[in-house]
């Protein structure tokens, strides 16, 4: 079963893609059965193609996907890595469960950072030297094959950014003496081998090792302990630090708190003082008095001049019992009430 562009349109309008093909920049075309990748010449703009878990045989017609930076093609049926010439910015090359026996025409590809190859058909040195001519490799996985000749080593540290590795399931890592530590040692950009990362006390340890033996590694591996006790215990020190700084300014906190409330306790006190009621009172109590007697020498000055008597007269003589601190007529006749 072949790739036919009337699949392709139904497939980018089942699944919501661009009816224009060039637009769109990934296919999903794995679980479909084919068997040939054909009629994607328009579909120039793709950047990822899915084809894996189908029936293809070889890798072809992909000269239109100059744009391409991942390819799947794992679990098909490819025999030969061929046709990836116009491939120029492929990035990562997914082959895991095929049949190919030899890495060849990848040495194409300049940015090609990821190649996997699990679950095929490698066996020799010779199988895996075009590796040496794929610098941009860092990330390799070439785990359940049939490598079994230690020399793939001199391949594989001459890939100056090789960072990842995995060859588990190969008869090779019963063959190296020393197997991790030795391809830590060789491989000097390695940050993960096989099931576990590299980190920089392994490779501190293998480096002694290789140096000065088993009694190197356990002095440095000693030696990076005391440093990581070390680091261990400055953190709980700082912790520490940072505790007791912060019980301190809690307690400075609490006693301006305390000498605070002193203070406003003090304050509500002197404003409870009679002396200081009788002072703050006094104002407005003569300014009272003044207003009433104001007007009740109004109200007498105009009782007077209804009964007819002179208004100068009236106001001489209540000026006069003012000065003389006579009661006046209003307040006789409240107290004679």
Request: proline letters at 4%; a neutral charge.
């Amino acid at each position: 079963m072949g790739i036919t562009k009337e699949f392709l349109r139904n497939h980018c309008k089942q699944n919501k893609l661009y009816l224009t093909p060039y637009l769109n920049d990934t296919l999903y075309l794995h679980f479909k059965g084919f068997s040939t990748i054909e009629n994607l010449e328009e579909y120039s703009g793709l950047k990822c193609l899915w084809l894996e878990c189908n029936g293809l045989q070889r890798i072809q017609n992909l000269g239109a996907q100059t744009d391409l930076r991942c390819l799947y093609l794992q679990q098909n049926l490819i025999h030969r890595l061929e046709n990836l010439e116009p491939l120029s910015k492929l990035c990562t090359l997914n082959l895991c469960n095929n049949y190919i026996q030899v890495i060849e025409n990848i040495s194409c590809l300049p940015k090609l950072s990821t190649l996997q190859l699990a679950h095929n058909k490698l066996q020799t040195v010779q199988d895996v030297a075009h590796l040496a001519d794929c610098p941009s490799i860092s990330v390799l996985d070439l785990s359940h094959n049939k490598l079994s000749d230690p020399d793939i080593l001199t391949v594989l540290e001459v890939m100056p950014d090789l960072r990842v590795l995995n060859l588990m399931g190969n008869e090779v890592i019963r063959k190296i003496p020393n197997y991790r530590k030795t391809l830590i040692v060789r491989l000097k950009q390695l940050t993960y081998l096989d099931d576990r990362p590299v980190f920089p006390k392994d490779r501190a340890c293998a480096e002694a090792w290789a140096e000065g033996g088993l009694e190197a590694e356990r002095r440095e591996r000693e030696a990076w302990e005391s440093r990581e006790r070390k680091k261990i215990q400055d953190s709980v020190d700082a912790l520490i630090a940072i505790r007791d700084r912060a019980r301190e300014r809690r307690r400075l906190k609490e006693e301006q708190e305390r000498a605070g409330s002193a203070a406003q306790s003090s304050v509500a006190v002197e404003s409870q003082d009679p002396l200081s009621e009788s002072k703050g009172s006094a104002l407005p109590e003569r300014t009272e008095a003044f207003v009433q007697q104001s007007l009740q020498a109004h109200e007498e000055f105009l009782e007077a001049v209804a009964r007819g008597e002179p208004p100068g007269i009236v106001m001489r003589a209540m000026l006069s019992q003012q000065a003389m601190g006579k009661p006046s007529q209003t307040q006789r006749r409240k107290r004679s009430r």
